[in-house]
């Protein structure tokens, strides 16, 4: 018993020349709608892996931008205490001449040591400020403003 095959070659190699174009077609598609020319590794890999390099540089990039920005703030935060600081210790420096006029009664005198007390208190409490957990200042001791006596 011998058997037959019949086969249509040209119908065979259409059919293959058909699905080949598909599968081209399929891909310029894809191209096209993404928007990327590389959509999947097979595509080209050396561009992959430049793309991937170039990305992976731009996360490293956009880590260094928000952590310039939070530099930048602390500085601008510390800055404007310092300049408040500047403008206490004018004021205290005022009040000890003030409370040196040999015309002022002791209640006037009793004023200014008051009021520079509590300017040293602000003093202080402005040098013990913390940026997001970090003191601005040293290592959590602060700046000693003042120095150690209450009065002038």
């Given at each position: 018993?011998?058997?037959?095959?019949?086969?249509?070659?040209?119908?065979?190699?259409?059919?293959?020349?058909?699905?080949?174009?598909?599968?081209?077609?399929?891909?310029?598609?894809?191209?096209?709608?993404?928007?990327?020319?590389?959509?999947?590794p097979a595509d080209d890999a050396g561009g992959l892996a430049v793309a991937l390099?170039?990305?992976?540089?731009?996360?490293?990039?956009?880590?260094?931008?928000?952590?310039?920005?939070?530099?930048?703030?602390?500085?601008?935060?510390?800055?404007?205490?310092?300049?408040?600081?500047?403008?206490?210790?004018?004021?205290?420096?005022?009040?000890?001449?003030?409370?040196?006029?040999?015309?002022?009664?002791?209640?006037?005198?009793?004023?200014?040591?008051?009021?520079?007390?509590?300017?040293?208190?602000?003093?202080?409490?402005?040098?013990?400020?913390?940026?997001?957990?970090?003191?601005?200042?040293?290592?959590g001791t602060g700046i000693a403003f003042g120095g150690g006596s209450s009065n002038?």
């Amino acid at each position: 018993m011998s058997i037959n095959i019949n086969t249509n070659t040209a119908a065979a190699r259409a059919s293959f020349q058909l699905s080949k174009n598909n599968a081209a077609l399929q891909k310029s598609l894809n191209r096209l709608s993404s928007g990327n020319r590389i959509v999947n590794p097979a595509d080209d890999a050396g561009g992959l892996a430049v793309a991937l390099k170039l990305k992976g540089s731009i996360s490293r990039l956009a880590g260094v931008e928000k952590n310039i920005s939070n530099a930048k703030s602390y500085l601008q935060v510390q800055d404007g205490i310092l300049s408040s600081a500047s403008k206490i210790v004018d004021r205290m420096a005022e009040l000890k001449s003030l409370s040196q006029d040999v015309l002022k009664n002791s209640s006037d005198i009793e004023s200014y040591n008051t009021e520079f007390r509590n300017l040293q208190v602000q003093l202080h409490q402005m040098s013990e400020t913390k940026f997001n957990g970090v003191s601005l200042f040293g290592q959590g001791t602060g700046i000693a403003f003042g120095g150690g006596s209450s009065n002038m």
